[in-house]
């Protein structure tokens, strides 16, 4: 393990109120680091910077793990009887000879280029470049790790030190005696049905591992990640100390010997962690499985962000080699290394677009100058890094089959294979498994959104059949049956009594019609099952299909009353569909996803937010303009908004006014709720958020 002062990836956070000045550590162990404080301004000293508070360690994943692989060691059980224990080694994968290449720091200016040289011909000079990395350690020992009292405490003989069954306490005490307030954990407690970390924390209530109480504080999840916060205490024969507060972030989207879909996801958990770790606070502790790959990932993406703040450039290759003399193979594959990079690209080409929403103004203004076109960065501008997004077209190979080319109604917008919704395969019948529609991520829930296109008549069935299969008890609706005199969406409902197609009869029971959108209860039969389904089909009226709506009441009323249904429902996924299944459903899904961070955190980012999107499903949210009439349109009442943002400022004590953006700015007083409502109508601002609308 080693110390270093504490470094910020991104502007320095307030420090955590939960944490009391007398937990700060002493002064950090420069002998353990092997560099001075005054070496951190210059290339060597990025191992220490790096890693300022991190400590790599993979925590206890149970007794009884997988029987994988070479090694065995003697188990001492309860009776005293020995057993012979198969271990588990880290697979460490054939690498070609180890050239003499040099690789140099990159400036970050030829980052993108060089990204893109690596990547041609299938990655190969990135495989190249990592198979010149010392393999293992180029100085120091592991006897301490290899003496028979410690064996049964490592998880895999091959790489030391780390920790194995019965060391739940051992783990404990090092996060107290460390003065840890921040634990990284990125792999989960299964994956492929192997056993990778044991749960080390209660679910509920308290547990005590050895000395230290843990009490379980707080739990949120998020769709790429949770947060769980502990308080933990020192229990002793002279008297308990005093409680501490100690923050787990659990990374959720990262797979064994993989890398996650998307860096995004990667970059807002990295910032998040650096929020939440005090700057007084000790080392943060990060795990996987092994403690070696995507622990070191994490790691070398934290440290290179530093180095582009610092330096303007990055050394990837130096610095996994200087970290490598302090835990061996740290960054485990190709495939992780090639990830490290992606993840710098991404950050430098669109930097941190993640908003406080007391910010907002100042950011609009700067997208909306147009007296200084030489450094504005204007709606056009991002609206061209997204057009400039690469459509993944090798990824689209069921769709383009010719037996499911006439289910798709527009050729250039088909579901990627890896999240397309797949349907039960007739019995006799191939290519019944397609269906125009994906899987898209929700703010706090993965698939929490089915994006289809309009059902064609011949594709109605199938339409019914994935509601029916996947559950769905929400349907969202976002074009009329024909507009311009085209043929948008064939009608997929009765007008009165039931219809039936193929297996399915569809019942409608009400039909009722509000300001902007119909609401119409239906049920659904499987006729062979004898099984029935409520289903509530929101069909919005209104949204031309070259342009925005009038006005975005209607739009956030039927935004609540989803959530609403869900609420009701259970939380299966909600079908949404325009004609083609991108535009509009694009515009519906993004303006719900920041809608509900908004909500829980006060922050929004509608650039991230819609690219996220596109890497789910191409062309989603397709022209450039700004939400006025979506989301806060000038002389807009809507008590959905208005108490997000109540609840929102409930949580801060004793504010005295709700800053939407001037200059439409109402003053709240602090005993405003839900329940009693502000007498006047909220006006709120014509330019709140931008997004590309269809």
Not at 118 to 144: H, I, M, V, W
Not at 317 to 346: C, H, K, N, P, W
Not at 377 to 404: C, D, H, Q, S, Y
Request: charged share 20%.
């Amino acid at each position: 393990m080693f110390f270093s002062p504490s470094r910020q990836l991104w502007p320095p956070q307030p420090s955590s109120p939960a944490h009391h000045p007398s937990t700060v550590p002493p002064a950090a162990n420069h002998r353990a680091a092997g560099r001075s404080p005054s070496h951190r301004g210059r290339p060597g000293s990025l191992l220490c910077s790096l890693s300022a508070h991190l400590l790599l360690i993979p925590p206890d994943r149970g007794r009884h793990h997988g029987k994988a692989v070479v090694t065995t060691v003697d188990k001492k059980i309860p009776n005293g009887i020995l057993e012979e224990q198969e271990q588990q080694t880290v697979v460490l994968l054939p690498r070609s000879p180890s050239t003499s290449k040099t690789y140099f720091p990159i400036l970050v200016e030829n980052l993108e280029d060089e990204y893109r040289i690596r990547s041609a011909d299938d990655g190969k000079l990135f495989r190249e470049e990592y198979n010149s990395l010392p393999r293992g350690y180029t100085q120091g020992t592991c006897e301490e790790a290899n003496k028979e009292e410690n064996k049964e405490k490592n998880r895999y003989p091959n790489i030391l030190p780390c920790p194995k069954p019965d060391t739940v306490a051992d783990f404990w005490r090092m996060i107290w005696e460390q003065k840890a307030a921040t634990i990284v954990m990125l792999t989960n407690l299964k994956e492929r049905k192997e056993d990778k970390c044991y749960q080390y924390w209660p679910d509920q209530g308290c547990w005590t591992y050895g000395n230290i109480r843990v009490v379980v504080e707080d739990f949120t999840a998020l769709v790429d990640y949770t947060i769980r916060k502990f308080c933990i205490q020192h229990q002793s024969t002279d008297g308990s100390k005093s409680p501490r507060l100690v923050t787990q972030l659990h990374f959720t989207s990262w797979p064994d010997f993989g890398v996650p879909f998307s860096p995004i996801g990667m970059l807002k958990f990295l910032k998040k962690v650096k929020q939440v770790n005090p700057s007084y606070a000790g080392p943060i502790v990060v795990h996987c499985s092994a403690g070696v790959g995507r622990t070191g990932t994490f790691i070398v993406i934290d440290g290179m962000i530093d180095m582009m703040y610092e330096e303007q450039k990055v050394d990837v290759f130096g610095f996994v080699t200087r970290i490598r003399d302090q835990r061996s193979q740290l960054v485990q594959t190709d495939m992780q290394y090639s990830f490290i990079y992606q993840a710098l690209v991404e950050y430098y080409l669109y930097g941190d677009t993640e908003l406080d929403v007391s910010s907002l103004e100042g950011h609009l203004q700067k997208l909306h100058n147009t007296y200084a076109p030489s450094d504005r960065v204007g709606l056009e501008e991002e609206f061209k890094k997204l057009t400039n997004m690469r459509i993944m077209k090798e990824n689209m190979r069921t769709g383009n089959l010719p037996a499911n080319m006439k289910k798709n109604r527009v050729l250039q917008i088909i579901p990627y294979d890896f999240n397309r919704v797949i349907l039960s395969m007739r019995r006799g019948q191939e290519f019944t498994d397609y269906i125009n529609a994906s899987f898209i991520d929700g703010y706090r829930q993965k698939d929490y959104f089915i994006a289809t296109q309009g059902p064609l008549s011949h594709t109605v069935e199938d339409f019914w059949r994935m509601v029916w299969e996947w559950k769905c008890h929400s349907i969202v609706m976002l074009t009329e049956l024909q507009e311009r005199e085209q043929d948008k969406c064939f009608q997929y409902w009765p007008s009165e009594n039931s219809v039936t197609y193929s297996d399915y009869t569809v019942e409608i029971k009400g039909d009722t019609l509000s300001d902007t959108f119909s609401l119409r209860d239906l049920v659904l039969t499987h006729n062979q099952e004898k099984q029935m389904r409520m289903v509530r089909h929101f069909h919005f009226h209104g949204w031309p299909e070259i342009g925005i709506p009038a006005e975005g009441k209607g739009m956030i009323d039927i935004i609540a009353s989803v959530q609403k249904q869900q609420q009701q429902s259970g939380n299966h996924p909600i079908v949404v569909h325009c004609s083609a299944g991108a535009g509009r459903t694009g515009t519906f899904i993004a303006l719900s996803n920041i809608l509900e961070r908004v909500k829980a955190e006060g922050l929004l980012d509608v650039f991230q937010t819609v690219k996220s999107l596109r890497m789910q499903r191409p062309h989603m949210v397709q022209t450039v303009v700004s939400l006025p009439q979506m989301l806060y349109s000038a002389r807009l009442q809507n008590t959905f908004v208005l108490n997000i943002f109540l609840n929102r400022t409930n949580k801060k004590k004793r504010i005295k006014k709700i800053t939407l953006c001037s200059p439409y700015v109402y003053h709240v007083s602090p005993n405003i709720s839900p329940d009693h409502p502000h007498p006047c109508s909220i006006k709120l601002c014509s330019t709140w958020f931008h997004v590309m609308l269809y």
